[in-house]
């Protein structure tokens, strides 16, 4: 998506080889002309499918989530991040390892609002080591449901996340894909990659 290259080129900033800072426009304050159009690409992409439900998991995927499901007329689910491990009941949970802070967590989405007649995207900001991602397919399998695919603002594909989920037979679509980066300079995979 040119349109978000260019903004992760303007304003995005590099604070290490692995960690883009987009919370000029994306991730802190939020370019609303922007997720809405985020949204009616990734509605456009998938849309040939028969989606009911868009998931997320919160915080920073809700406004991708919105904005997807919006474009498509359904719905949008976010999962809630619960620290320790409860057993809920009624609530589908998988446990997310967070690289970052080295701890497990457990997501969760209640059982009223999945189901096994559900279609379903996933959409997130970032795909990294893919460990939530892979948490929210764990859920939509947990809940008998159908996925259609995962969609993501920006992958970066020197991380192991998208590997991981096309092994387990996930189709992914990222709208930037970081080749490498390092300050003052991303370099993206060509088009025909995507
Ligand atoms: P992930 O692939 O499952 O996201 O795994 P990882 O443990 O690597 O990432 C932890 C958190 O950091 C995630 O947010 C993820 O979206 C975010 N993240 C990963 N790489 C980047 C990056 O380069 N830049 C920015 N800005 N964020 C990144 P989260 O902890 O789930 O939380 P939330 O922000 O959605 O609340
Ligand atoms: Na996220
Ligand atoms: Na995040």
Same mark, same amino acid.
Request: with cysteine; proline share 2%; hydrophobic share 40%.
């Given at each position: 998506?040119k349109?978000l /290259?260019?903004? @992760?080129c #303007?304003?995005?900033?590099?604070l $290490?080889?692995? =960690?883009?800072?987009?919370?000029?426009?994306?991730?802190?304050?939020v370019?609303t002309e922007l997720v809405?159009?985020?949204?009616k690409?990734?509605?456009q992409?998938f849309?040939?499918?028969?989606?009911?439900?868009v998931?997320?998991?919160?915080?920073?995927?809700?406004?991708?989530a919105?904005a997807?499901?919006?474009?498509?007329?359904?719905?949008?689910?976010?999962?809630?991040? /619960?620290?320790? @491990?409860? #057993?809920?009941?009624?609530m589908y $949970?998988?446990? =997310?390892f967070?690289?970052?802070?080295q701890?497990?967590y457990?997501?969760?989405?209640?059982?009223k609002?999945?189901?096994?007649?559900d279609?379903?995207?996933?959409?997130?900001?970032?795909?990294a080591t893919?460990?939530?991602?892979i948490?929210?397919?764990?859920?939509?399998?947990?809940?008998?449901a159908?996925?259609?695919?995962?969609?993501?603002?920006?992958?970066?594909?020197?991380?192991?996340?998208?590997?991981?989920?096309?092994?387990?037979?996930?189709?992914?679509?990222s709208?930037?894909?970081?080749?490498?980066m390092?300050p003052?300079?991303?370099?993206?995979?060509?088009?025909?990659?995507?």
């Open positions: 998506m349109l /290259k260019e903004r @992760i #303007q304003e995005g900033l590099i $290490s080889e692995t =960690v883009l800072k987009v919370d000029s426009f994306l991730n802190h304050q370019d809405l159009e985020i949204g690409e990734f509605a992409i849309g040939d499918e028969p989606i009911t439900k998931l997320t998991v919160e915080a920073s995927g809700i406004q991708f919105m997807t499901a919006a474009a498509l007329g359904v719905p949008f689910l976010y999962a809630k991040k /619960k620290k320790a @491990i409860t #057993q809920a009941e009624k $949970s998988a446990s =997310v967070s690289f970052t802070r701890e497990t457990q997501i969760c989405v209640s059982q609002y999945l189901g096994p007649s279609k379903v995207l996933i959409v997130d900001d970032f795909l893919g460990a939530a991602l948490g929210l397919t764990d859920i939509v399998k947990e809940a008998g159908q996925l259609v695919g995962c969609g993501c603002v920006i992958e970066k594909s020197f991380q192991e996340g998208r590997n991981w989920l096309e092994n387990k037979g996930v189709r992914v679509h709208l930037a894909r970081i080749a490498s390092s003052g300079k991303v370099e993206f995979l060509e088009e025909h990659h995507l």
